[in-house]
């Protein structure tokens, strides 16, 4: 079983269009987080949740909204796409606390191609 | 506040032959230090981790790390590079828990030579 699954893995859509990317993870953790990676490989932290609650909420345009329904999933959803927007989009989760309970599991990512 | 710098965009070696990947760290209190490798259209899998416990870290795949507070430093080697070692490597840093900034290196695309 994947510990930390995201859908899809490709997504191609037009300019203006709302979307949805969906992480789920089976490992019982408390934490989890949405990352960008830019064409260069550069990564950046988006969002993170600990049980359902926004905890970090990095610069980035409120076109991006993410949603926890429950601690196993958080959900990202993408309004009025741009161009800029085309990346790959990395969901992790971590057990949370300190020290190495902090690290975190990738899912395979989900590559966002905006035209 | 904490950064990270990964010193080298780039590494190439020969197959069989050490790696060293540099990275340096800047934080105001005690940092913990991953490094995470990423196969290309693959996610990012954990290599090995620093949490102030030993200084000098073993990981997967035969990599090991030793973190060096008075360097500020958290350098990635490995006595005998593989094929399947071809990857891009990202040191983190992040502070003690899990609201804590992480911070990801710019990345370093090791390549093997055969």
């Known amino acids: 079983d994947t510990a930390v699954s995201q859908t899809p893995k490709y997504l191609v859509t037009q300019m203006g269009n709302d979307k949805s990317i969906k992480c789920e993870q089976n490992l019982g953790h408390d934490t989890m987080y949405w990352y960008k990676q830019d064409s260069k490989k550069f990564l950046k932290i988006m969002f993170s949740?600990?049980?359902?609650?926004?905890?970090i909420n990095e610069t980035v345009p409120n076109r991006f909204s993410p949603k926890s329904p429950d601690k196993a999933h958080l959900n990202l959803h993408i309004n009025s796409l741009e161009l800029g927007d085309s990346a790959v989009y990395f969901c992790?989760?971590?057990?949370?606390?300190?020290?190495?309970?902090?690290?975190?599991?990738f899912g395979a990512g989900t590559r966002l191609s905006v035209l | 506040a904490q950064s990270v710098t990964q010193l080298d965009s780039h590494v190439s070696v020969s197959e069989g032959t050490p790696v060293l990947l540099r990275c340096n760290y800047s934080?105001?209190?005690?940092?913990?230090l991953f490094w995470y490798v990423q196969h290309p259209n693959k996610g990012l899998q954990l290599l090995l981790k620093y949490t102030s416990a030993a200084t000098l870290v073993k990981g997967i795949n035969g990599f090991e790390a030793e973190f060096k507070k008075s360097e500020t430093s958290f350098h990635l080697t490995k006595p005998s590079a593989h094929m399947s070692d071809a990857a891009e490597y990202f040191c983190v840093v992040s502070g003690y828990s899990s609201a804590s900034k992480i911070i990801f290196g710019s990345g370093t695309r090791l390549s093997i030579r055969p």
């Open positions: 949740y600990n049980n359902k609650e926004l905890i």
């Open positions: 992790a989760s971590s057990q949370g606390g300190q020290g190495a309970k902090n690290i975190q599991y």
């Open positions: 934080s105001s209190y005690s940092p913990s």
